[in-house]
């Protein structure tokens, strides 16, 4: 499979007052087409500082980030934030929809900004509810849905503009487990439908372990981490 996502010997550093922080230090990663990578690692490990980098939020210090092909490094602000439109897609811990429109129109906006015609957006926003398994739920604004359903919602969504990488940061830290394990599932099945190369970050061990593999961060370095 190619590589979709390769971070290469980033580094990330931040003042606080006098002293300067080092949260990521030669940090290394490739992730492939369809591979999905659990970062398991302890609060203030600088997950979060990763994942903004990796989604091509936040510049590192130093290094490089590539996506597809393209080295993103050296990209200026305005080109930066149109690749990040295009080929990264993020899921939070909360879900972050629109409150006053339906969840087909939720998983539309992305598409209709990038310049999709409403039919297209519209037909692709009812594959992606079916793939997460919501397609009865598509007119419904997320008020009227269960904190499960908003979350599928906000899945199919972050995959929307058909990205290359998908982000996520406890997409199911907010769920029940048996809640949790069904969104879980209909994650994995869209990651291995569309192809996207996958870092998700949790603090759940089992989740972790039904990925593809398992990376910490240990002094400001990604590496390996079994459960
Ligand atoms: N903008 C910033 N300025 C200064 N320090 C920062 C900044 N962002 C993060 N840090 C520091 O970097 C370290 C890593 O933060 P980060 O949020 O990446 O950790 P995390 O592993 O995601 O933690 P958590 O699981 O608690 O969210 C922390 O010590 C934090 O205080």
Known sequence: ??????????????????????????ADMAISAGEMVA???????????????????EKPTSGDVV?????????????RTAMRRRAIGFVYQFHHLLPELSALENVMIPQLILGRSRKDAQARAKTLLGYMRISARAEHRPAELSGGEQQRVAIARAVANEPQVLLAD?????????????????????????????????????????????????????????V
């Open 1 to 26: 499979m190619s590589i979709a996502l390769e971070l290469k010997g980033v580094g990330r550093r931040f003042l606080q007052g006098e002293n300067e922080l080092t949260v990521l230090d030669g």
């Open 39 to 57: 970062l398991v690692a302890p609060s203030g490990s600088g997950k979060s500082t990763l994942l903004q980098i990796a989604g091509l939020l």
């Open 67 to 79: 996506v597809g092909d393209r080295d993103c490094s050296r990209l200026d602000d305005k080109a």
């Open 170 to 226: 406890e997409p199911t830290g907010n769920l029940d487990p048996t809640t949790s394990d069904h969104v879980f599932q209909s994650l994995t099945t869209l990651v291995r439908e569309q192809g996207l190369a996958a870092l998700i970050a949790t603090h759940n061990h089992e989740l972790a372990s039904r990925m593809d593999r398992i990376v910490t961060l240990h002094g400001g370095r990604i590496v390996p981490k079994s």
